[in-house]
């Protein structure tokens, strides 16, 4: 059932119960009284993520960083700075990798000095993002130029990102709406893709499997690489960078071999000239909640 519960609300984070049941073959109850067990666990939670432009973000950039010694401090360290949305400790030639978003690129610089400063660090590899091509919490296209947002709107973003499935009789109390006065601004939020609500998994169950990255070195645009990857059920995260790789990627398996097998598939394309992989061993930091802005900054933009 859990899969089912997961694979469904990847299409639509606020899908009712009733719904849900119908999608899982399940009773209501069930379905209600799992998506419960799972939330009050840690194993599932279903929250909104806001467009980077929204936020200001338009600066991204994927660190591998060597160190010498025990890495965890750096790990930590990294992993403490509000620019980064993702930390992991793996393994292979590097010891951590990072992904940091920020306004723009001499912030970028300034964090990424700030990075190459730690006691530990030896050296910190750098890819700039071109775009992102496949991301649960990533928008497809930019934010209407026309759009206009007030405080309500912010207010009913903040609750979101705190719980994606918050009642909208519950969010209206706090908003000061009617429920379907709310509902309407929340579907509207959804339809522009000013926000993006959808489940996010905990790394540390059980059942939570091999995660691994995977960098490329291909041949001309790599459009059809890119294509392939994206279409891959098991791509968690997909982008076109400027560096050492020219696409990065993220896999998720459920055991070594299936991982084995989809490196293999990926790395052995005719377009791809190299590979290289590592395996996520102790994620520090796994961030999809931003400081919104506010209506008067809104209104000077």
Known sequence: MDDALVAALRT??????????????????????????????????????????????????????RTSGRSQATTDAIAALPAAAFVSAVSGDHQTVAELRLPDSPELYRTVADIRGLPEVEQVNTLVYVDVVKGLFM??????????????DLAIMLRLQADGRESYARIAEHVGLSPSATRTRVRFLVEHD?????????RARPDAGLVCGIGLNVRGAGDSVTAALAAREDTEFLARTIGRFDVVATIAAQSARALDRAL?????????????????????????????????ELARR
Do not use: C
Not at 45 to 62: Q, R, S
Not at 139 to 152: C, E, K, S, V
Not at 266 to 293: C, F, M, N, Q
């Open 264 to 296: 293999e598939e990926i790395s052995g394309r005719p377009d791809v000239v190299t590979a290289e992989t590592w395996v996520h061993l102790r994620i520090a930091k796994e961030r999809y909640e931003w400081p919104l802005p506010t209506a008067e």
């Open 12 to 65: 639509d984070g606020r899908m009712s119960v009733a719904d849900l049941a119908k999608r899982v073959g399940a009773s209501r109850s069930a379905v209600s009284a799992r998506l419960e067990q799972l939330k009050a666990d840690g194993s599932l939670n279903v929250v909104a993520a806001v467009h980077p432009e929204f936020l200001g973000l338009t600066a991204y950039a994927h660190l591998a960083i």
């Open 194 to 202: 000013v926000i993006r609500i959808a489940p996010v998994l905990s």
């Open 139 to 152: 928008p497809g296209r930019p934010l209407p130029p026309w759009l206009r947002l007030d405080d309500r």
